[in-house]
Nanobody
Framework: QVRLVESGGGLVQAGGSLRLSCAAS????????MAWYRQAPGKQRELVAR????????YADSVKGRFTISRENASKRTVYLQMNSLKVEDTSVYYC??????????????WGQGTQVTVSS
């Protein structure tokens, strides 16, 4: 069974930093893009950052220059989100997403369970 497991959320003061991790496990043939999304109460889920299997990245305008997405080099199964200079408005549940092909199956999108990030003023 394929799973995405996130870790690293928590409570931090404005201006601080957090690092989120997301590891894909299970019988996986290939993984394409991995990404982080976030959803605040009463708002739609939005893309924060995305990284391709080749390392190409793109970011939401609101996090450019503050957040960095990266991917574990060997297996490509773990994605990180380094969040610096955090703002109160970054408070959300952060979700990991991966476009991957389980062994014997076609490409599909998977989601993690979400991890809460709370930034206090």
């Amino acid at each position: 069974q394929v799973r995405l497991v996130e870790s690293g959320g928590g409570l931090v003061q404005a201006g601080g930093s957090l690092r989120l991790s997301c590891a894909a496990s299970g019988s996986i043939f290939s993984i394409n893009d991995m990404a982080w999304y976030r959803q605040a109460p009463g708002k739609q889920r939005e893309l924060v950052a995305r990284i391709s299997s080749g390392g190409r990245t793109n970011y939401a305008d609101s996090v450019k220059g503050r957040f960095t997405i990266s991917r574990e080099n060997a297996s490509k199964r773990t994605v990180y989100l380094q969040m610096n200079s955090l703002k109160v408005e970054d408070t959300s549940v952060y979700y990991c997403n991966a476009d991957l092909a389980p062994s014997g199956l076609g490409l599909r999108s998977y989601w993690g369970q979400g991890t809460q990030v709370t930034v206090s003023s």
